[in-house]
């Protein structure tokens, strides 16, 4: 999808002409913020479009909005608006923004004007057919191209024994700091504030490798090194630096001190408590960010500021024990964020946001894409060395767009081995409007793990809003529980607990084993409302949809979701017909479902499947397999 081409600095705003809350930091606030320099021009950088995502029936009709905004969130008048369908068969979209339904499916609508853009996803059903509109997606998508954020000034070159933190303060805005080929410098290094404009680049000096090509740890090439000889870290922030681009440089922890971290973008607590001290502007790319082996590193990355982005890099050996480490984590940044084309290892959670309250007021990281990662555990890590926990976590967080990423390796330790967790969470007490909601997970990998998803409308005892808007569609999860390497844990597909709200389960292809194995186990706290499950291939196991204190099947859909709910074209692995709704299908084995090649992983249906077009819009029921596998080439880095 295109980024917006756009930088400078974000503030929210409520925005009330289009009909619904504008909140480009993730925070609302009636009487608008003052951005740091008061006086800066406003400048186009957004589309909004109303609704920001619908449904409707094939051959009905939807009216879109759209409004060009500045960086303040003011509208932006006498600017042409243009509309189109990034998929035309399935939804058209006139001049005027008046959506028409043609075949079942989602299509993004696009609203561009200029260089920026606003996208609506629209889902088109049949006739009759009960569907919500899908989670929001993201508001922003940031531009990271070098081009965008070229350093047009002067150019500093830095030999050996140069002193980095001197040429970074005397840098001025546009400038370029190119470090000796294979020297080491002495962290931390900050990045200070700077008055003007213009991006600083700071690279080793020679050719990077092209822009969607991952960092190589086995040939990084003649990297400078970045090292973290304290606790403090390799790279930190201070309060509103900006526009920095870090590029082909290795950063790395001493080999015999425990880390807290090693670059750290923003703060916490009373060193950044306003939006007016959030850094903003950062783009890591091409970079190799490692602990050690056999030393404790808490975190490799931390995004606590604005407009943050990891790209085209390598991170790994982020690992301790008794504590919660991850390659990347967040919760007092405002976002957006980008997390494109990375390996990332981390024990605990490999990416997660939220785990701490924002002490920023009223913030929600938000606007955040995660595309084309491999996240995964080494399985070397089995065991008691590391504190182990899932793969992605998201306890705080707002328009979230998890696609076309490979998770893989996860097992019970520290948790009971859920690969990924989703759940709205007041981690300290002092956070009452901490929400996870509109999250959209699609065109995912999953494999080798020992449980699926666990999502919780709220988790612990302090006050939250609800868990709400989440979609799955179109992933692939297989190897999992008994199937996996790892095969003590929880041995569950999927597992919802509490007053969860517009879940949507939708085309995905899931294969789970016969024995001790459950596909869902929908737990107490509260009904879930808004559920559907549709056009899903998946194997019911030994204990299938499972409530607990109730049994299975239609009794624990009819317990736990009392409002009604949507259960209907999924193709199961099971006999179990006479405890479902009707409406579904069954086999006894996952060869009589009709797939390629079930026994080399090829999850596309065949062309004489039985299950050819028995969707519930006349497609094919489980995930778009061909899709899937065309997302994710070149994802796997080993």
Known sequence: ?????VRGWFWARAFAQVGFSFALLGCTNEEG????????????????????????????????????????????DGVDVVFASEAPTVASVDATGLVTGLEAGI?????TAGEVLGVAPVTVHPPGAQSGADPELPRIYLNTSRDHTASNGDTVRLGPNGDLQNAIDNAQPGDAILLAQGATYSGPIVLRDKTGSGWITIATDMPLPAEGTRVDPSDPGPMAVILAEDVEGAIVTEPRASFYRIAGIEV???????????????????????LGEVPHDIVLDHVYVHGSPTVELQRCIALNAARLAVVDSYVSECHYEGVDSQAIVGWNGPGPFKIVNNYLEGAAENIMFGGADPSIDQLTPSDIEIRRNHIRKPPEWFGDRWSVKNLFELKHARRVLVESNVFENNWANAQVGFAVVLKSENQDGTCPWCVTEHVT?????????????????????????????????????????????????????????????????????????????????????GSKTNLVVIDNIMGLGEFGWFGDGVGGGVGALNHYAPGGYVFESNAFTGDASDSYPPGNFFVDTYLQIGFRNFLAADFGLAADSPFKGRASGGGDPGADWDSVMAGLTGVRSN
């Open 1 to 5: 999808m295109t980024g917006f081409s």
């Open 107 to 111: 299509a993004e609508i696009t609203a």
């Open 441 to 525: 997970f699609r065109y995912n990998l999953m494999q080798n793990v020992t449980a699926g998803f666990n999502m919780s409308a709220n988790s612990g005892g302090f006050e939250t809003v609800a868990a709400n808007n989440i979609l799955f569609q179109d992933n692939v999860v297989y190897n999992l529980a008994g199937d996996s390497d790892y095969n003590a844990g929880n041995n569950r597909l999927w597992q919802l607990i509490g007053q969860l709200d517009r879940l949507t389960i939708r085309n995905n292809t899931t294969i789970v084993p016969g024995d001790g194995s459950m596909t869902a186990a929908m737990m107490s706290g």
């Open 252 to 274: 790395r922890s001493v080999n015999d001190i425990a880390m807290t971290g090693l670059i750290l973008l923003g703060a916490t607590g009373d060193r950044q408590d306003t």
């Open 33 to 76: 913020v003052t951005p740091p320099g008061g006086d800066e021009e406003p400048r186009l950088v957004g589309v909004l479009i109303s609704p920001p995502s619908g449904a409707v029936e094939i051959d009905g009709t939807l009216q879109l909005t759209a409004q060009p905004v500045d960086q303040f969130g003011n509208p932006v």
